[in-house]
């Protein structure tokens, strides 16, 4: 018993390393998927294959029909990375300085190779193998699951399981030195009625957990990733260089990142690894509230913050080809569609309403209005733009990663939706009620 599971330990052990050959399995399964009946010629054909980056040098290599192909994967980039066949033939993840022998079988038509880390495909990771003297190229797309889009009805109930992400924001409170670990976990959360994801989140949430302080803080994070692949972090409410602090770290791996927060705003914080469009998208993203000096008090203190999802199939990742496109499925406020038509937020005829929003992207920015409401204070990106006693303001811009509050009033009761005024995304799902009560 025992030293079996030390045997199987060990298979796992040389597999994850990535330098181990499997001269069988794999082989033997892409050999009849590659060889496309050709004869074969009893030779082999070697070819080595350096990752540089987010790139196979050379990224198109070629075989003699019949020949077997052998390609040496060296990974001399900085990230982890893997090359997968079309056949299913693969190299296992390699860490950087890993190598690995790609035994493809007998080739008889030509296939395409890439890299099936998240995104890396999209970037450009991708390899030809040209077949000489065989059959064309077949351009077939590999098959995918059906979009999660397909199951969208935003006219629906959530299900009975549904909690609206909370909205009201807690006071700063009066420490000055903010200690926190963020770990990265992938979990299946609910995104939409009837539609469920694979997010990579910060401490299982997207957003992740809202950070608020004062000018002077200082916050030690503490960045875990207890996730499948490489993930970083990017505080934009700190000044500091970020070569270190901002490192993608692999499974596994902790780091720290210590910054003050010398400036006030409402700060976007979010994973920087490539593809950042993808990981953000899919879910890591989050805010940094820090409060200008002076700040009054009021009645009823909220965030939003607007994040698109870009849908894979269900229980699945963000599909990184609608990212690319630039073609969200959900346009939504704290990361649920349409959350607070489900659950209102609420004030009272004449109450003061101060609403924190961050358009968090990974690319839209936001219109932020409210229905029958005027702003009769704005301020964004580190300053006031409207205070009370001037004109009014019936949107708050953002460009993405932008930040900013509104504040108002209502003059009556009823229920007063807030949307972002760009009109497809409010009907994407960037919506929600106010209910005012007497
Ligand atoms: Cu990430």
Redesign the pocket.
Known sequence: MRSAAIGLGLVVLAAAGGVALDPAGAGLASAQSADAGVTPTGHTTSVDVRIEGMRYVPATIEVPAGDQLLISVQNTGEDRHDLVLETGARTPRLAPGEQATLDAGVVGRSLDGWCSVAGHRQMGMVLTVNVIGGSEHDHAPSPTAASAAEDLDLMADPGPGFTPREARLAPAGRAKVHRLTLT?QEVEREVAPGVTQRL?TFNGTAPGPVLRGQVGDVFDITLVNDGSI???IDFHSGALAPDVPMRTIEPGQRLVYRFTATRAGIWLYH?S?MPMSL?IANG?FGAVVIDPPDLPRVDHEYIAVQSELYLGPQNGEADADKVLADRPDLVVFNGYAQQYDHAPLTARVGQRVRIWVLAAGPNRGTSFHVVGGQFDTVWAEGAYRLRPGAGGAQTLGLFPAQGGFVELSFPEPGNYPFVSHSMIDAERGAHGVIRVGR
């Open positions: 990265v990579w490489g993930h970083s994973c690894t990981h890591m």
